[in-house]
Nanobody, 124 residues
Framework: QVQLVESGGGLGQAGGSLRLSCAASGRTCSRDGMGWFRQAPGKEREFVAAVRAMDRYTYYTDSVKGRFTISRDVAKNTVYLQMDSLQPEDTAVYYC?????????????????WGQGTQVTVSS
């Protein structure tokens, strides 16, 4: 099993930037597929970005392409989500997820390991 702890959320302004971190413990996450999801009030949890373990290939949902960047620091056992050009529609609780087989998914139900989430609020 792996424990995931997100941090870095908070209040941002439209057009500004925030960087989220997801620190993993309990195992080395270099072999895990890692994803970021978000959930706004009254909405389902949706896919944001993911990075595959084997080749570090990255995936993004269309609404964040060109604005968000997912990356991983193996030495720190941490995955990041750099969020630039923030928009009010990015307001949500952001969750980190891990697939211990190394694969990535756009469906939240495919992940068994989750962090507790971090709130991101973007003001206009």
């Amino acid at each position: 099993q792996v424990q995931l702890v997100e941090s870095g959320g908070g209040l941002g302004q439209a057009g500004g930037s925030l960087r989220l971190s997801c620190a993993a413990s309990g195992r080395t996450c270099s072999r895990d597929g890692m994803g970021w999801f978000r959930q706004a009030p009254g909405k389902e949890r949706e896919f944001v970005a993911a990075v595959r373990a084997m080749d570090r290939y990255t995936y993004y949902t269309d609404s964040v392409k060109g604005r968000f960047t997912i990356s991983r620091d193996v030495a720190k056992n941490t995955v990041y989500l750099q969020m630039d050009s923030l928009q009010p529609e990015d307001t949500a609780v952001y969750y980190c997820a891990a697939d211990l087989t190394g694969r990535v998914h756009t469906s939240a139900s495919s992940y068994e390991n989750w962090g507790q989430g971090t709130q991101v609020t973007v003001s206009s």
